[in-house]
């Protein structure tokens, strides 16, 4: 079978082509590139220039190399630009995600993986989020993830889909150098990109009621998200049935003030003292996965620590801001 990935060009996505490939997928990429990169796709990977939310490529695309899964990965993902302009996620995001289902439904695709978010937790009041947690995205981009999977439910249902969503946590790291985040939105390269320019990170918040003041969160290795997916699409293939949605985190909290202490000794940075800003608004003070059901459901778990995570992303920063 061959698999479609969207946005496979993207740090994420070209994480999750690697390890498909790795494991004996065929693989075909969708990617507009207004943020991936081509050179970042294993050699023999055919990358198709192009958004879904052009039908006519997607037909074209779906047909010519006899797609019948789908892994969409491509979206918008800022949540500060998505309170600033909510009607272009949710075109970006739910129009283009509803294009693609319509034309995977009419062109032989059996399967479809979704890659979701956390954020449509919203702000939890629990010291482990399952899947059954309350779902109170508090931002357009939480909402367009939520309204993504409800549409990738409806139509499995509809169209005999065997479906997946996956709730990511806080990703970081990279499988290699030339894999890393090329962005600052996420907190390790955003303290990065601080002391490169030799001023101190910044900490949101240290009143909140976590054991040092600082919010929690669940990091998670970028190869492990990967491995998810690899995991997902072969549990897809077995079972025809399938209509999953699963966290996929660590299960263990890390304090930003406990990050930066890493990243300042990894960095050797440890000069630079972090300054304490006022709490950004909607700013949860834990999010921590439970990923039991990851574990029963695919058999996978996280094996990435967090130091290993802040090491590759270092390297891979380095490689790109000599």
Request: glycine content about 10%.
């Given at each position: 079978?061959?698999?479609?990935?969207?946005?496979?060009?993207?740090?994420?996505?070209?994480?999750?082509?690697?390890?498909?490939?790795?494991?004996?997928?065929?693989?075909?990429?969708?990617?507009?590139?207004?943020?991936?990169?081509?050179?970042?796709?294993?050699?023999?990977?055919?990358?198709?220039?192009?958004?879904?939310?052009?039908?006519?490529?997607?037909?074209?695309?779906?047909?010519?190399?006899?797609?019948?899964?789908?892994?969409?990965?491509?979206?918008?993902?800022?949540?500060?630009?998505?309170?600033?302009?909510?009607?272009?996620?949710?075109?970006?995001?739910?129009e283009g995600l509803r294009t693609l289902l319509d034309a995977a439904a009419e062109t032989g695709v059996v399967r479809?993986?979704?890659?979701?978010?956390?954020?449509?937790?919203?702000?939890?009041?629990?010291?482990?989020?399952?899947?059954?947690?309350?779902?109170?995205?508090?931002?357009?981009?939480?909402?367009?993830?939520?309204?993504?999977?409800?549409?990738?439910?409806?139509?499995?249902?509809?169209?005999?889909?065997?479906?997946?969503?996956?709730?990511?946590?806080?990703?970081?790291?990279?499988?290699?150098?030339?894999?890393?985040?090329?962005?600052?939105?996420?907190?390790?390269?955003?303290?990065?990109?601080?002391?490169?320019?030799?001023?101190?990170?910044?900490?949101?918040?240290?009143?909140?009621?976590?054991?040092?003041?600082?919010?929690?969160?669940?990091?998670?290795?970028?190869?492990?998200?990967?491995?998810?997916?690899?995991?997902?699409?072969?549990?897809?293939?077995?079972?025809?049935?399938?209509?999953?949605?699963?966290?996929?985190?660590?299960?263990?909290?890390v304090s930003v003030a406990e990050m930066i202490r890493i990243i300042a000794e990894i960095t050797g940075r440890g000069?630079?003292?972090?300054?304490?800003?006022?709490?950004?608004?909607?700013?949860?003070?834990?999010?921590?996965?439970?990923?039991?059901?990851?574990?029963?459901?695919?058999?996978?778990?996280?094996?990435?620590?967090?130091?290993?995570?802040?090491?590759?992303?270092?390297?891979?920063?380095?490689?790109?801001?000599?």
């Amino acid at each position: 079978m061959t698999w479609l990935i969207t946005g496979g060009a993207g740090y994420i996505g070209s994480h999750v082509v690697k390890a498909m490939v790795g494991a004996g997928e065929r693989v075909v990429v969708l990617d507009d590139l207004s943020t991936g990169r081509a050179e970042r796709l294993p050699d023999g990977v055919v990358l198709e220039v192009g958004t879904v939310l052009d039908r006519n490529v997607l037909d074209r695309v779906l047909r010519e190399h006899g797609v019948t899964g789908v892994v969409h990965i491509a979206g918008k993902k800022q949540v500060a630009e998505s309170v600033a302009r909510p009607l272009y996620y949710y075109h970006e995001n739910v129009e283009g995600l509803r294009t693609l289902l319509d034309a995977a439904a009419e062109t032989g695709v059996v399967r479809f993986l979704f890659s979701s978010s956390a954020a449509v937790y919203g702000m939890p009041d629990v010291d482990l989020v399952t899947e059954k947690t309350p779902c109170a995205p508090i931002n357009p981009y939480g909402e367009t993830k939520l309204a993504g999977e409800w549409l990738v439910a409806a139509a499995g249902a509809r169209y005999g889909l065997a479906t997946a969503s996956l709730r990511y946590f806080n990703v970081a790291g990279a499988a290699t150098p030339e894999l890393g985040d090329d962005g600052a939105f996420n907190l390790v390269p955003m303290v990065f990109e601080r002391l490169d320019q030799g001023e101190a990170p910044w900490i949101f918040g240290d009143d909140y009621p976590t054991p040092d003041g600082t919010c929690v969160r669940d990091f998670i290795h970028v190869e492990d998200i990967a491995a998810a997916h690899v995991a997902a699409a072969r549990r897809l293939v077995v079972d025809p049935a399938a209509r999953l949605v699963l966290n996929v985190g660590r299960g263990e909290g890390v304090s930003v003030a406990e990050m930066i202490r890493i990243i300042a000794e990894i960095t050797g940075r440890g000069d630079l003292e972090p300054r304490v800003r006022e709490r950004r608004p909607g700013d949860p003070a834990r999010v921590v996965a439970s990923a039991d059901q990851a574990r029963e459901e695919l058999g996978w778990t996280a094996r990435h620590s967090v130091r290993a995570m802040v090491e590759s992303a270092w390297t891979g920063w380095r490689l790109r801001h000599p």
